[in-house]
């Protein structure tokens, strides 16, 4: 049974940084693109950041780009998001996807999701 599991989202003041996780079972990850998506109440859901199998390469948000930095172990089936400099705009629930080929950035392409981690950043 595919199963994605995120971990690590929380209440933080702005400023603050997070470290988000996601352990992948039941398929082959390392050949997985994985990625991260976020929606806010009211706005469709968008891009964070996603990798490569290797995670050598990556994709950004235009809106997150140069505070948070995607990247995963294959021996350990996880992915993490370091987010930096965190803004009330950051609010949101976090979703880790994997999808069994090579990275993409639309959400559609995405088959496994997990349940999505809430991160609130106080203003």
């Known amino acids: 049974q595919v199963q994605l599991a995120e971990s690590g989202g929380g209440l933080v003041q702005a400023g603050a940084s997070l470290r988000l996780s996601c352990t992948a079972s039941?398929?082959?990850?390392?050949?997985?693109?994985m990625a991260w998506f976020r929606q806010a109440p009211g706005k469709e859901r968008e891009l964070v950041a996603a990798?490569?199998?290797?995670?050598?390469?990556?994709e950004y948000g235009d809106s997150v780009a140069g505070r948070f930095t995607i990247s995963r172990d294959n021996a350990k089936n996880t992915v993490f998001l370091q987010m930096n400099s965190l803004k009330h705009e950051d609010t949101a629930v976090y979703y880790c996807?994997?999808?069994?080929?090579?990275?993409?950035?639309?959400?559609?392409?995405?088959?496994?999701w997990g349940q999505g981690t809430q991160v609130t950043v106080s203003s």
């Open positions: 996807a994997g999808r069994g080929g090579g990275l993409e950035i639309a959400p559609g392409t995405y088959e496994y």
């Open positions: 039941g398929l082959a990850f390392s050949r997985y693109a």
């Open positions: 990798c490569s199998w290797s995670g050598g390469f990556t």
